[in-house]
Each structure stands twice: as structure tokens, then as C-alpha cells.
């Protein structure tokens, strides 16, 4: 009876402690499978080539070539202002309508895309809308972006340098206009500006090395706890930021927006309504990165 009883016992004990282990594995948070680490339908085939960027030198000497000899820069007019509307972390569902009105007011955009943000169908459609329309320039804003990690990201240099590497390889970029992600950070030829946080030095000057342009802002549209701020306003801040000369080039201003903050129709028609602005302003030229004087020392 003695020895039943003992059997009895540890049956309990064991019983009590497989209760509580599941009670606990019941009480533990499910991991989100919707957040996967890699969105699945960017990869390709050849995966090596999109996840270890194998640089041809050769080739590369031939872009550094053709970019010293060929000038696309516009020729500049003094007495004009000059407007560089620039869209980062695309793409995104304002993509589309970001497509459509600068195709409808006929003017030019520049879309700072990341290659990890194209991972459905619809998105990569976007990218491939936007490669179509001539009013709109692609550039180079980090396959990763960082993973908003960007303590990390950015002590790493030659990470850095390899993740806009794989982005031109994902999107098929052929610009060497880059913008890294969270940082105010120029390079244009001799000329550099760096952002407050410093961290990014080593990488915008490895890129720069590499004969990449790097492009800051002068100019932020922002957004509120009421949403965006309102296109009139923004314009106003615009024409202060050049009559003041309170940007990186004199008459040249870069304003940063965001593909997302055009998701909504009604926003996009807000972006209308700056373009529209900007256009009855007889001093301003809205332009494509393109155009922007890298080579003024």
C-alpha cells in the first residue's frame, strides 16, 4: 500500500509540474507571423548574387568614367529657385498616387526607394510604374533601411556600402543617387555636409569614395498628430528657406516627403496642392535630382 501510494505521489508531483509548464508555454506571447525577417517574394533564383553583392570592378570603373565625362546637368538660370521633390522608403501604397500627380501636373519627382519594402505583387508594380514614367528619377535608399537599427547599420561601413549594392541589384537601379536612411548626410563630389548624429561619417564617405552622390534635405514636409501639415505652409516655408538661403546650394532647395504619407487620396491631393503652388511662383523651377549643380564647388 506504502508503494502504491508513493507511485501516487510522484504521478501528482509530475502531473502538477507538466500543468504549470503548459499554463506558462499557454501564457507566453505568440510570435507575429506576419513580421518574417526577409519578404519572401523579393528573393530570386540566384540568391547569392541579391544577398552578397559581387562588385565588378571593371564595370564600375566604366560607370565612375561615363559619370566624369557626361554632363546631365541642366544649365542653371541665376535668377530662378530651384524645387527638388524627393520621396523616400518607397514603395508604398502612396506610391501610386505619388505616380499619378506628378504625371498629371507634368513635373518632376525623385523616389528614394528600399528594396525590402517591395514584397507583394501590387508594390513591385508600383516600382515598375514609377520606372516607366519619365517624370519620375530612381534612386537608392539602402535595400534594408537599416532595420531602423541604425546605431548598428551604420557601424559598419562596408555593410552599409553592400546593402546599397544589393538594393541596386533587387530594384535594378541604375542612378548612383543615394539618400541614407535617417541621416541628413551630403556628399556631392568635394562638398559635404554631415547630419547631427555623426555615426554616419565612415559610411557616407566610404560611398562617396565609390563615386556615389549622396543627397540630404533642406526642407521637411512633416507630420502631426492631425496629419500633414498644410501644403500652404509648407510652400511658405519653402520660399523662406531660399530667400534666406537656408539651404545646402543657394537656389536649390531638396524637400524630403514620404511615399506613406500619400496613401490616402485625400493627402495626395495635398501634395497637388503644394505642386500647384509652386508652379504659380514665376522664380521657381521644380526639378528631378538630375538636375541638382554636384558639380558647383
Not at 76 to 82: A, L, R, V
Amino acid at each position: 500500500m506504502f508503494i502504491i501510494n508513493k507511485h501516487l505521489k510522484n504521478i501528482f508531483v509530475f502531473g502538477s509540474l507538466f500543468f504549470v509548464f503548459s499554463c506558462k508555454n499557454e501564457n507566453k506571447p505568440i510570435q507575429n507571423l506576419s513580421k518574417i525577417t526577409e519578404p519572401k517574394e523579393i528573393l530570386q533564383d540566384d540568391i547569392d548574387t541579391i544577398y552578397t553583392v559581387k562588385i565588378d570592378s571593371t564595370k564600375l570603373e566604366q560607370e565612375q568614367d561615363t559619370i566624369t565625362k557626361v554632363e546631365k546637368q541642366n544649365p542653371i538660370d541665376s535668377t530662378k529657385q530651384y524645387v527638388y521633390l524627393t520621396f523616400d522608403d518607397g514603395p508604398y501604397k502612396g506610391s501610386k498616387n505619388i505616380n499619378k500627380i506628378l504625371t498629371e501636373e507634368n513635373v518632376k519627382g525623385t523616389v528614394f526607394l528600399v528594396g525590402f519594402n517591395a514584397f507583394t505583387k501590387d508594390l513591385k508594380q508600383n516600382v515598375e510604374d514609377y520606372k516607366s514614367n519619365p517624370n519620375v528619377e530612381i534612386a537608392n535608399h539602402t535595400f534594408s533601411h537599416a532595420r531602423n537599427k541604425y546605431k548598428a547599420f551604420y557601424s559598419l561601413p562596408e555593410n552599409v556600402y553592400e546593402d546599397i549594392r544589393k538594393n541596386e541589384v533587387v530594384l535594378d537601379i541604375h542612378s548612383r543617387w543615394v539618400r541614407l536612411p535617417a541621416r541628413n548626410t551630403w556628399r556631392l563630389n568635394k562638398r559635404k555636409k554631415d547630419d547631427p548624429v555623426k555615426n554616419a561619417i565612415p559610411a557616407a564617405d566610404l560611398i562617396a569614395k565609390n563615386q556615389y552622390y549622396i543627397y540630404g534635405w533642406d526642407y521637411e514636409w512633416n507630420r502631426n498628430k492631425n496629419g500633414l501639415t498644410a501644403p500652404e505652409n509648407i510652400y511658405d516655408g519653402i520660399v523662406r528657406h531660399l530667400d534666406q538661403n537656408r539651404t545646402f546650394e543657394k537656389n536649390h532647395l531638396v524637400i524630403l516627403m514620404h511615399d506613406d504619407m500619400f496613401n490616402s487620396d485625400v493627402n495626395a491631393e495635398k501634395l497637388r496642392q503644394l505642386i500647384i503652388l509652386l508652379k504659380k511662383n514665376p522664380k521657381i523651377v521644380i526639378e528631378g535630382i538630375s538636375s541638382y549643380p554636384i558639380r558647383i564647388s
